[in-house]
């Protein structure tokens, strides 16, 4: 069965402090999808990363970079520098099959609070 | 342009009403879907639709019907509505091959007092 943890339900920061959040996720699937996405407090779902199982390598985009471990089933997003408007709910899915209509399952959420 | 709209964004009716939700995608995708994320933030699946053919349809009350009348269109519709109904409903939207991801609408909160 398939499943995603995002341990940490909620993360407290000060502005530019770096913070990570982990997901941890489980599939019998050799071939795979990790995805992050983002929900602000306006309430859409935004999505940041896509991920395939067959790509280790990790990857930076401005201040957000990934971190995927195959080993501990690990696919690790950290916020360098955090902003007061990283303040959101992130998400991590996974979704085992590459084809039409298949469910992304998520975890449950990290909240995200970044002080001034 | 909106890529992916719902209408309407905020839904508040009485138990025991139906009400329905649109969701209209221009992005040209084949697969569409319907999530729902309850007071906990938890988001999970209930339907998707490929090219009009039910794809997914998760353990869901058969209250909860989709309709697909075309590939950019995926509504949902819900018959006698209970308290338990209340949460943000999204649609989302995705090639066939999902590796690209969803794209999701901005949500319905459905309130039933």
């Known amino acids: ?116 | 342009d909106t890529a992916v709209s719902q209408t309407p964004k905020y839904l508040v009716t009485q138990m025991g009403n139906d009400k329905s939700i649109k969701c209209e995608q221009n992005l040209g995708h084949d697969t569409m879907y319907w999530y729902k994320q309850d007071s906990k933030k938890f988001l999970k699946i209930m339907f998707s639709y490929n090219n009009k053919e039910l794809i997914i349809n998760e353990t869901v009350p058969n209250r909860f019907s989709p309709k697909s009348p075309d590939k950019a269109h995926l509504n949902l519709h819900i018959n006698s509505l209970e308290l338990g109904d209340s949460a943000v409903y999204f649609c989302a939207s995705s090639h066939r091959i999902l590796s690209y991801g969803y794209t999701f609408g901005s949500g319905t909160r459905l309130t039933v007092v």
Request: with cysteine; net charge negative.
């Open chain 1, 1 to 116: 069965a398939q499943k995603v943890t995002q341990a940490q339900t909620e993360i407290s920061v000060v502005e530019k402090e770096d913070v990570t959040l982990d997901c941890v996720y489980e599939t019998r699937d050799t071939t795979y999808y990790l995805f992050w996405y983002k929900q602000p407090p306006s309430g859409e779902l935004v999505f940041l990363i896509r991920r395939n199982s067959f790509d280790e390598q990790n990857e930076i985009s401005g201040r957000y970079s990934w971190n995927f471990q195959k080993s501990t089933s690990s696919f690790n997003f950290t916020i360098t520098a955090s902003q007061v408007v990283d303040s959101a709910v992130y998400f991590c899915a996974l979704s085992e099959a590459d084809q039409a209509g298949t469910a992304l399952i998520f975890g449950k959420g990290t909240t995200l609070s970044v002080s001034s």
